[in-house]
Antibody, heavy 124, light 107 residues
């Protein structure tokens, strides 16, 4: 059974870089059917898709975060990571990792499964 | 970007009630619409994909319908464990976007 788990610091200072890792178990991150995602939910707001990475290293990001976000994959560790630079209080959120699998029914695909999420607070 | 608007933002209903949540897309997305359930401290859970297909393991009291711009998630008989936030997500075009969420509470 595929499982994902986020890890990383829960507190980051303003202007610094947020770094999170998602560890995948139950399947190879190199499975060609899968894309690997980062999604966040700021307090009191809805979910926001951050970006995606494929096992080969190809990435895509939501336009508003493209200049600050970097998603990478480490196939040897079955992990993928998110770095978000120059953070502000607006980046305080629960960060989730998830698997996305495009199909003919869902075009770009749905997110399933998800990790439990990790709260990252940006504060000095 | 495709904007997804959910209504209501919250609702309170009794056990056994029929509950309907609406999701509207700012442009047509065919049937590329998915629904999720979120509970505090738990991993979000996929309920419905492709507007009306029930994800494996999800109780049959959950159903989805719609196409184009207007979609609904229905809980036919609300149960105590259904207290959660429900979110829609379009998978028609990038960037993938979510609705703001609907909080369902049990009276």
């Amino acid at each position: 059974q595929l499982q994902l788990e986020e890890s990383g610091p829960g507190l980051v200072k303003p202007s610094e870089t947020l770094s999170l890792t998602c560890t995948v178990s139950g399947d190879s991150i190199s499975n060609t059917n899968n894309y690997w995602e980062w999604i966040r939910q700021p307090p009191g707001k809805g979910l926001e898709w951050i970006g995606t990475v494929y096992y080969s290293g190809g990435t895509d990001y939501t336009p508003s975060l493209r200049s600050r976000a970097t998603i990478s994959v480490d196939t040897s560790k079955n992990q993928f990571s998110l770095k978000l630079s120059s953070v502000t209080a607006a980046d305080t959120a629960v960060y989730y990792c998830a698997r996305r699998r495009p199909t003919t029914e869902t075009r770009h695909g749905c997110f399933d499964p998800w990790g439990q999420g990790t709260l990252v607070t940006v504060s000095s | 970007d495709i904007q997804m608007t959910q209504s209501p933002s919250s609702l309170s209903a009794s056990v056994g009630d029929r509950v309907t949540i609406t999701c509207r897309a700012s442009q047509g997305i065919s049937s590329y619409l998915n629904w999720y359930q979120r509970k505090p401290g738990k991993a979000p859970k996929l309920l419905i994909y492709a507007a009306s297909s029930l994800q494996s393991g999800v109780p049959s009291r959950f159903s989805g319908s719609g196409s184009g711009t207007d979609f609904t998630l229905t809980i036919s008989s609300l149960q105590p464990e259904d207290s959660a936030i429900y979110s829609c997500q379009q998978s028609d075009r990038a960037p993938l976007t979510f609705g703001g969420g609907t909080k369902v509470e049990i009276k």
